[in-house]
């Protein structure tokens, strides 16, 4: 079972939206696991303190590197294989490629900052590797730790009723999805393109691969200069 512990120190905010629609069936289902750990029961203190005041001075406060630490090997002991995650605006923006990989794998570990973020020190001790949702900043990590669960979630085997569902959508073959349409034909003056009713499927097909590289070039500059440059190293080891 795909299994995701979580570390916040707002645990009633799990499992939330993962707790409906297609992630919260599937969790009812034992398709995935959640625990979440409070970082404030590994606290030494009376008041199960988390953070302190920074080294150098300066505003607010930084999670402690050593409640972090024993909370984190709470959560994974030694021997357990599943990245660790931190969400921070600091890391690498999270991708559809990396979901996939997080997917594939037997879970997650997530520590959820706050406050001014954790004790540097905790990344290099414990192995986190840092991820961003976007270039926002959230007034925690549990929130992006839920976008990341989410993305993840759907692609697990079963959860997603069509298993296309995955695969024709933005991001998945590098481009932008191609538009949508549906029921009534018409509205308001607008009608859906003829070429989705044709019946014809080569050319519906390929309509829509036009329209995700249009999309893509218009929308978002920098997947389609990636996603060119794959085109043009491939077309260069064919010659």
Known sequence: MWRA????????MFPGPLGVS??????????????????????????????????GGGPGMVMRVDVLARAIDAA??????RPRLLMTPRGAPLTQARVRELA??????????????VDDRLVAARGLEEV???????????????????????????????????????????????PQYTRPPSFEGLEIPAILT???HAKVARWRREQAEAATRARRPDLWAAYAAAHDRSATKKA
């Open 104 to 117: 594939a794998g037997e879970g997650v570990v997530i520590v959820c900052g706050r406050f001014e973020g």
């Open 22 to 55: 297609l992630a919260g069936r599937a969790l009812g289902q034992g398709a995935w696991g959640l625990e979440t750990v409070d970082p404030r029961s590994h606290a030494t203190d009376r008041h199960r303190s988390v953070d302190d005041t920074p080294a």
């Open 76 to 81: 994974a002991p030694a021997g357990d294989a």
């Open 132 to 178: 961003s949702v976007g270039d926002v900043v959230l007034s925690g990590g549990e929130i992006g730790a839920l976008v990341l669960l989410d993305a993840c979630v759907r692609l697990l085997p079963g959860v997603m009723g069509h298993p296309e569902s995955g695969t024709e959508e933005s991001f998945s073959a590098g481009l932008l999805e191609y």
């Open 5 to 12: 512990s979580v570390l916040t120190i707002f645990p009633e």
């Open 198 to 200: 044709s019946g014809d």
